[in-house]
C-alpha cells in the first residue's frame, strides 16, 4: 500500500516538538568530539539542523517512504555502509518507530559505533497525551507507525553491547501546548523517576559502547627468536602469557 508519510512530519506540532528535542541536544553534542558522526532521521522533512560539535564529518540520513535511508549515501536501515566502530556519535531521531525490524538497525547501529561513542535516541513517548493525536494523523497518512516506550528501546539496545546511562523525557506535555514545560530537558534519575517528565511528548536515550574488555596475550618467545637475540639470557625474555 503506498503511503506519503509527508504530512505526518511536516505538520506544526510534530516539527515544533522534534526542533525541541535537537535543542535539548546542545549541552550533549558540545563535549562530542572525533572524525565522523551519523544523524539518522524518520524523513527527509524532520528539521536536519544538529546543535553545534566538535566532530569533522556528519552524515544525514532521513527515511523515505520505500524504507531506504538517503542523503549523504543511500542504504537499508540494517545495511550501513560504514567501517565497525567507525562513528564517535550516532543520533537516531524517530527512526526505528518506522522500521518492522527495529532489532535490525539496532545491531547495525552498535556495530558502526566506536567503543565510548556516544549513541543518542529519540522517540515519541507512548505514555503521554500526544499517542491517540500521533497515531490519529499516522493513519490518515496511510503510514506505518509504531512509538516504543524509553524502557523496551533501552532493553534492546542494551542486548547489542549498549549500555544505558540515562533517559530524559522533553517537549510539551500535550500537541496542542505551543511551549515546553519548565526543565523538559532535565534527566530523570532512572526511568520515570518524575512523575510529571513520563508524560512528556518524546524520550531521549543517552547511551555508550563497551569498550572490549579483551587484552591481547604476550606470548612467550620461542628458542628460534631467542637465537636470534644471543645477547640477552634466556632468562630476560619470560614473560607471562
Not at 500500500?1 to 505526518?8: A, G, P, V, Y
Not at 544523524?39 to 536536519?48: E, G, K, N, V, Y
Amino acid at each position: 500500500m503506498s503511503f506519503d508519510s509527508s504530512s505526518f512530519y511536516q505538520h506544526a506540532a510534530v516539527k515544533r516538538l522534534l526542533e525541541q528535542e535537537l535543542a535539548a541536544l546542545a549541552p550533549i553534542l558540545a563535549g562530542v568530539y572525533g572524525t565522523a558522526g551519523l544523524f539518522l532521521r524518520a524523513h527527509a522533512a524532520t528539521p536536519a539542523a544538529l546543535p553545534a560539535h566538535l566532530l569533522g564529518v556528519m552524515l544525514d540520513l532521513a527515511l523515505d517512504d520505500g524504507r531506504q535511508l538517503r542523503g549523504s549515501l543511500s542504504c537499508l536501515p540494517d545495511e550501513l555502509p560504514l567501517a565497525s566502530e567507525s562513528c564517535k556519535l550516532v543520533v537516531v531521531q524517530h527512526l526505528l518507530e518506522r522500521l518492522h525490524d527495529p532489532a535490525a538497525c539496532a545491531s547495525e547501529l552498535a556495530r558502526v559505533l566506536a567503543p565510548e561513542g556516544v549513541l543518542l535516541v529519540l522517540g515519541f513517548n507512548s505514555l503521554s497525551l500526544w499517542q491517540p493525536w500521533l497515531a490519529g494523523k499516522a493513519a490518515r497518512a496511510g503510514m506505518p507507525f509504531k512509538s516504543r516506550s524509553a524502557q523496551r528501546c533501552a532493553a534492546m539496545m542494551g542486548g547489542q553491547g549498549i549500555d544505558i546511562l540515562q533517559a530524559r523525557y522533553l517537549g510539551a506535555l500535550s500537541p496542542w501546548s505551543k511551549t515546553a514545560p519548565a526543565h523538559s530537558g532535565d534527566a530523570a534519575s532512572g526511568f520515570g523517576a518524575n512523575a510529571l517528565a513520563g508524560f512528556r511528548g518524546s524520550w531521549l536515550l543517552l547511551a555508550r559502547k563497551r569498550r572490549s574488555a579483551l587484552t591481547p596475550l604476550r606470548l612467550r618467545r620461542d628458542a628460534r627468536e631467542l637465537a636470534r637475540s644471543p645477547q640477552l639470557a634466556p632468562g630476560a625474555h619470560r614473560e607471562c602469557a
